[in-house]
């Protein structure tokens, strides 16, 4: 065989149908084997926080009296490793604790970098208080404690509920229509 006839075989073939058909299947399990990936990795790193956090228990809140909320549930109840939606129940900076949606007690370490806010005005972490509500996005530790990025000041859930029952209760200009809505 010369180059000119494997050239033309080569063609025939990469032309062919089931030479697409290989490559949708080879792209499809790449994107597949990239996704299960980034599974793995998301899984991994909640999973060890809650071992951090488990193991530093004692070292961040004191002896354990009873089994936390998340272990009676099984491995679906883990906590969320990167953030905290909750009130502030003690303050000792650089430190906090939250007091989670899932009734698990969270330290937050505050560092300089760490941007707070209420509704749109940048905050010191002076303004944080116990009993306030908070929204947290920061990054797990080894001693199962959380980085903050981001804390976002929110109104109270009483707040919330008076405040979405007040705007129902306000009536819409007539230049509003359900369109506009």
């Known amino acids: 065989m010369n180059k000119e006839e494997i ?3 080569l063609n025939k073939f990469v032309d062919s149908k089931n030479f697409k058909k290989v490559i949708y299947v080879l792209g499809a399990l790449f994107i597949l084997s990239f996704v299960f990936q980034a599974g793995m990795i998301a899984g991994f790193r909640k999973a060890s926080f809650s071992r951090d956090w488990g193991d530093n228990y004692e070292r961040n809140f004191g002896p354990m009296r009873k089994v936390p909320p998340f272990m009676k549930g099984g491995l679906l109840d883990l906590p969320n490793a990167h ?3 909750g009130k502030i129940i003690k303050i000792e900076f650089p430190n906090i604790v939250v ?3 899932d009734q698990t007690e969270k330290v937050i370490i505050i560092s300089d970098s760490t941007s707070i806010l209420e509704r749109r005005e940048i905050l010191t972490k002076d303004k944080l208080a116990i009993d306030k509500y908070i929204v947290v996005i920061g990054n797990p530790n080894e001693s ?3 980085e903050a990025k981001l804390i976002r000041i ?5 707040e919330m509920i008076e405040n979405t029952t007040s705007m129902r209760s306000r009536e819409l200009p007539p230049e509003f229509n359900k369109r506009n809505i």
């Open 144 to 146: 199962g404690q959380i």
């Open 99 to 101: 007091l989670d949606k």
């Open 7 to 9: 050239k033309n075989k």
């Open 154 to 158: 929110m109104p109270s859930p009483e």
């Open 83 to 85: 953030g905290a939606i």
